[in-house]
């Protein structure tokens, strides 16, 4: 005698229609991986700030929030994105409330980078999109990669910011820096995460080059007073976008690009 076995149909995953994102690398994800604007309730105020977004035109038109309770509840999200620096009692209570919540990777590398993109893919069901934009931007990077001039030394670079700090291993920066085809001075002298230095530090160790940002909010002329500072004088200085260098998106790819451009043109007019 043959059984009929019951058929069993497997539910396919909900694709979210009414997403909301509390950070800028999300911002830009999604602006890019998305085409159905529609369903993008809202990104963070963040995503139209020149200084520090990379998605300012595509962003304009999208509903923005900040990381208000009320204001995020208004717009009935059925996902909402955070990262782990997110305040946890926003993200307590819309779990609490029913509200899927999409928590991203802590950024500490390309790599980190890469599986957040591919995270928000699978979340907002643009897998293939997702995969394309990590695609992108490991080719953009390796096209970088290929200008660099073979032969050449290899310059040893110091990130300095504002007000007086360095970069060393577990950040995107050392990783920008090393995938440029150059060395992360403080990461090679044991630095880890963020550190404050001093003038003195740098001098002591003498990079061949120091890398800065162009986006000093809290400090605007700390690049024009290092270039007026004395222990600077004979220092090659590079200066890159901060929207580059900072972000949190596929377009810290962008970043290495414009330090191989200014490492080995620094380089070869030193050689000049």
Same mark, same amino acid.
């Given at each position: 005698?043959?059984?009929?076995?019951?058929?069993?149909?497997?539910?396919?995953?909900?694709?979210?229609? =009414?997403?909301?994102?509390?950070?800028? @690398?999300?911002?830009?994800?999604?602006?890019?991986?998305?085409?159905?604007?529609?369903?993008? &309730?809202?990104?963070?105020?963040?995503?139209?700030?020149?200084?520090?977004?990379?998605?300012?035109?595509? @962003?304009?038109?999208?509903?923005?929030?900040? @990381? =208000?309770?009320?204001?995020?509840?208004?717009?009935?999200?059925?996902?909402?994105?955070v990262a782990d620096h997110t305040n946890p009692n926003?993200?307590?209570?819309?779990? &609490?409330?029913?509200?899927?919540?999409?928590?991203?990777?802590?950024?500490?590398?390309?790599?980190?980078?890469?599986? =957040?993109?591919?995270?928000?893919?699978?979340?907002?069901?643009?897998?293939? +999109?997702?995969?394309?934009?990590?695609?992108?931007?490991?080719?953009?990077? &390796?096209?970088?990669?290929?200008?660099?001039?073979?032969?050449?030394?290899?310059?040893?670079?110091? /990130?300095?910011? @504002?007000?007086?700090?360095?970069?060393?291993?577990?950040?995107?920066?050392?990783d920008i820096i090393e995938s440029s085809g150059a060395?992360?001075?403080? +990461?090679?002298?044991?630095?880890?995460?963020?550190?404050?230095?001093?003038?003195?530090?740098?001098?002591?160790?003498?990079?061949?080059?120091?890398?800065?940002?162009?986006y000093n909010p809290s400090h605007p002329d700390f690049?024009?007073?290092?270039?007026?500072?004395? +222990?600077?004088?004979?220092?090659?200085?590079?200066?890159? +976008?901060?929207?580059?260098?900072?972000?949190?998106?596929?377009?810290?790819?962008?970043?290495?690009?414009?330090?191989?451009?200014?490492? /080995?043109?620094?380089?070869?007019?030193?050689?000049?």
């Amino acid at each position: 005698m043959i059984v009929a076995l019951p058929v069993v149909c497997l539910a396919k995953p909900t694709c979210p229609k =009414n997403i909301i994102s509390l950070t800028l @690398a999300s911002d830009e994800i999604l602006v890019d991986i998305i085409s159905d604007r529609k369903k993008i &309730a809202a990104l963070t105020y963040l995503s139209t700030d020149p200084g520090i977004s990379n998605v300012v035109e595509k @962003a304009r038109g999208i509903p923005q929030v900040q @990381a =208000n309770l009320e204001q995020i509840i208004s717009k009935s999200p059925d996902l909402v994105i955070v990262a782990d620096h997110t305040n946890p009692n926003i993200r307590a209570h819309l779990e &609490a409330a029913g509200i899927k919540v999409l928590l991203l990777h802590e950024i500490v590398s390309l790599e980190s980078i890469k599986k =957040n993109i591919e995270l928000i893919g699978v979340g907002v069901c643009e897998e293939t +999109a997702a995969e394309n934009l990590v695609k992108e931007m490991e080719t953009q990077i &390796a096209n970088a990669r290929a200008k660099i001039p073979p032969h050449i030394k290899t310059p040893t670079v110091l /990130f300095y910011g @504002a007000p007086g700090f360095t970069v060393g291993k577990r950040s995107t920066i050392n990783d920008i820096i090393e995938s440029s085809g150059a060395i992360n001075l403080p +990461a090679r002298l044991g630095l880890s995460r963020y550190s404050n230095i001093s003038i003195e530090y740098v001098i002591q160790n003498n990079p061949d080059l120091v890398l800065t940002s162009n986006y000093n909010p809290s400090h605007p002329d700390f690049v024009g007073q290092m270039f007026k500072n004395p +222990a600077f004088r004979d220092k090659k200085i590079i200066v890159v +976008a901060g929207k580059h260098l900072d972000a949190a998106s596929h377009y810290t790819a962008q970043a290495v690009v414009d330090l191989v451009n200014l490492i /080995f043109r620094a380089e070869n007019n030193a050689d000049r």
